[in-house]
């Protein structure tokens, strides 16, 4: 039943708009073509498709193709030359060139300086131009600082992906876009490379998974979140599968998250009562739940019957960018204190209490994108569901909201930014029952 789950969930975050973006991919490699060789028409020659899906890891609702464009060798010197920053030059006349198949969309040099970026509804097409060197890898421009060369290497990257899939019979694949499928749901960042470089690292150390099936997920996912979290925090880089570039991960918020997750399922079997609520909290709520544990009298299931909302039921998810939310609280206008201050301290939180929730790091602003912000907020427990007073409604706001304390429960406040349709970050601050000393209320 449960390994029946498993592999209904990973064919949910199979692509569903390959054919669009394979469109997409062979139209702007075909103006590319025309442009720098010779009026080629081609639709393949010179373009691949590269990150996630060109290691084919990528899972539906992914907002942005990553695509490298091999430029002749003859172009470098020109750009290598140029009088001021050829590196800028060289991707302002690539954004000119693709402009001219698509007229009337977004196309942009990012903030990085290093590709071009189209944006089409619902997801961005993000085109590197490259020159191939001797050994197979590729430098392309930085136009930060005057403008550099950098070097990548994602063909041997996507090699050993390959290879990796075709010998765990595609169960490589499937745990990377689970951990993709964890990450979005729980609401942090944490780059496709890592995910796949830290499968593939874990893979090797437990080499008996290499021949794992659905029935061994249960267990699989203990050890690799036990894995994740015995990351070390000072570690500056990974080396990438493959290519063994360096891979950066600055905030490393997924080893907290990691431990977080082997100590809800480090003890779970197949018959503990709690596993499906506790997957579905982790993976999200399209996990899916058998009937026959649905039905059961007095399960968590059974008992939603509330109009509650989830984000992935309104948008696409894809968590890209970091956001924080924090909470104050008041009493008769003054601040008594931090939400996670009293939480940590265990520090009582009594009825006509004022909690001020507002973003404190939103990465997306910081970057100029353009957004709207939405909020939930999630009543739980005996007395909610006794009042009908459990909300859950997903409601647009602004960057701050206040709620009172009303009621015990293990409530949650989350707090979603969507940019171009798309959830691209996430935070949320629970607000749990404590039995001892005190009742936390909201």
């Known amino acids: 039943m449960l390994a029946e789950s498993f592999e209904k969930f990973v064919n949910l975050l199979q692509l569903e708009n390959q054919h669009d973006i394979d469109t997409k991919f062979r139209t702007i490699t075909k103006r590319l073509n025309m442009s720098y060789y010779d009026g080629s028409t081609s639709e393949e020659d010179h373009g691949y498709k590269v990150g996630s899906l060109g290691r084919k890891t990528a899972i539906n609702g992914i907002s942005d193709m990553d695509m490298l464009f091999v430029l002749p060798k003859s172009k470098f010197k020109q750009y290598d030359e140029h009088k001021s920053n050829g590196q800028s030059a060289l991707l302002q006349d690539v954004k000119a060139q693709i402009r001219k198949r698509y007229p009337n969309e977004s196309i942009i040099v990012r903030g990085d300086g290093q590709v071009v ?32 060369w950098k070097r990548t290497d994602p063909m041997v990257e996507i090699g050993e992906s390959e290879y990796m899939i075709d010998y765990t019979n595609g169960h490589y694949k499937y745990i990377c876009q689970m951990i993709r499928a964890w990450k979005n749901n729980i609401g942090f960042k944490m780059g496709g490379l890592l995910i796949d470089t830290l499968v593939h690292k874990f893979f090797n150390k437990y080499p008996d998974y290499v021949t794992a099936t659905f029935e061994d997920y249960l267990v699989l996912f203990k050890d690799l979140f036990f894995y994740l979290q015995g990351q070390s925090k000072e570690q500056k880089y990974w080396q990438a599968l493959g290519s063994k570039q360096h891979v950066y991960d600055k905030g490393k918020a997924f080893i907290d998250k990691a431990e977080q997750a082997y100590n809800k399922i480090k003890d779970l079997t197949e018959e503990s009562e709690e ?26 299931f059974a008992l939603r019957g509330d109009n509650e909302l989830f984000i992935e039921e309104m948008f696409q998810v894809d968590i890209k960018y970091r956001l924080k939310i924090e909470c104050d609280v008041k009493a008769n206008g003054f601040r008594e204190g931090s939400l996670r ?18 973003i404190d790091v939103n990465e997306v602003e910081d970057k100029g994108m353009k957004y709207s912000i939405y909020w939930k907020v999630r009543n739980r427990g005996p007395e909610a569901v006794e009042k009908k007073m459990q909300r859950g409604a997903i409601i647009k706001g602004t960057s701050q909201k206040v709620e009172p304390t009303s009621f015990n429960g293990p409530h949650y406040v989350e707090c979603y930014i969507i940019s171009n349709g798309i959830c691209v970050a996430k935070d949320r601050i629970n607000v749990p029952i404590f039995q001892t000393p005190f009742k936390m209320k909201i």
């Open 117 to 148: 970026v189209i944006t089409f509804s619902n997801y961005e097409v993000e085109v590197c131009p490259a020159f191939e060197n001797s050994d197979g890898s590729y430098k392309y421009p930085d136009s930060n600082n005057g403008g550099t």
């Open 275 to 300: 596993l499906y609520e506790i997957l579905q909290e982790m993976f999200g709520i399209n996990f899916p739940v058998p009937e026959v544990v649905q039905k059961a009298e007095l399960s968590s």
């Open 341 to 358: 201050r009293f939480i940590k301290e265990k520090i009582p939180l009594l009825h006509k209490r004022e909690l001020k929730f507002y």
